[in-house]
């Protein structure tokens, strides 16, 4: 048995954390962007003892990491307490196999495409009496668990440029989405828009969730940026916000902000990857002068089973 999920990689521009007791409302509100690149996962089960194998690209998972720490099993795990009862997991032997062509913990919400393809991957080979948003839900859950995000999820599921409007899981939370980005005036070729990227580095999105002095900073920063931009619903709207979230939070660093202004006199503006240390850009054209970028469409179907 094996079946086969797409999560597209979710760029966040600005957020506004939003804590609550109950995991599946507990999240952020924010916009970002959608790429047609991010994790392709398989998942596969047959008769076993219960164990577990996890994979990315092709490599088993590093024994010096524990496996209890992933994202991949937290998800798992949560499908087997919420289905203790229903499935015999101790008579399975499941294989979680992740294809990403993004970087980890660089801004591109990995974590919630390793979570979305093991949760509705799993959920409808085993076919668990879940449906897309439920199942999207769990992945929701052990991110916001383990602090490796708090709305990739959601915007990964809705595709193009969500906007997070109410935090919380597919199903829970609140969300809309921009229409695709062309100002009057712009060029238009039909084929959409591109998302250029640049990373220089990884941040651990756990390391700022956890420090108070900085979520207090960036909730005063984001507070009303969100309400800008549901009155003036653009892509260069988004992006201006975006940065002016960057620099006023001070998590831009000088290196990444070379960069972001570089792109932002070729593109329709730039900004940084909340969190990684990555510049990225929205651009008509995937023509840029910064070597070494990744040049992304933007997706407008959002997670899927392929």
Request: proline share 4%; net charge negative; charged share 20%.
């Amino acid at each position: 048995m094996q079946s086969l999920v797409f999560a597209p990689s979710h760029i966040t521009g600005f957020f506004e954390i939003i804590d609550h007791s109950n995991p599946l409302i507990r999240g952020s509100r924010g916009a970002g962007v959608v790429l047609d690149q991010g994790v392709l996962t398989t998942v596969d089960a047959c008769e076993g003892n219960g164990e577990i194998i996890i994979k990315t690209n092709g490599k088993t998972n590093d024994l010096n990491f524990p496996l209890e720490g992933s994202i991949t099993y937290k998800t798992l795990d949560l499908l087997k307490k919420h289905f203790s009862e229903e499935i015999g997991w101790d008579q399975l032997k499941i294989i979680v196999n992740h294809r990403i062509n993004v970087p980890i913990e660089s801004g591109f919400g990995a974590s919630a495409g390793f979570a979305l393809g093991t949760s509705i991957g799993l959920s409808k080979l085993l076919k668990l009496p879940l449906t897309f948003n439920q199942a999207a839900a769990v992945a929701h859950n052990a991110e916001v668990d383990l602090k490796t995000g708090m709305g990739d999820v959601m915007g990964s599921v809705i595709g193009g440029f969500p906007v997070r409007i109410e935090p919380g899981a597919p199903g829970y939370g609140k969300a809309d989405k921009l229409l695709d980005g062309r100002e009057r005036g712009s060029k238009d070729d039909g084929e959409g828009l591109f998302v250029i990227s640049k990373s220089l580095g990884t941040i651990e999105t756990a390391s700022v969730l956890n420090d108070p002095d900085m979520t207090h900073k960036v909730n005063s920063v984001a507070r009303d940026m969100l309400q800008k931009l549901l009155l003036n619903p653009q892509v260069t709207n988004f992006m201006d916000l975006s940065l002016e979230f960057a620099q006023k939070t001070g998590l831009i660093d000088p290196e990444v902000m070379e960069i972001v202004n570089v792109l932002k006199d070729e593109t329709l503006g730039a900004s940084m990857a909340m969190l990684g240390k990555t510049a990225f850009a929205i651009s008509d054209t995937p023509d840029n002068s910064v070597e070494g970028s990744i040049v992304a469409r933007v997706d407008h179907c959002g997670c899927r089973i392929v």
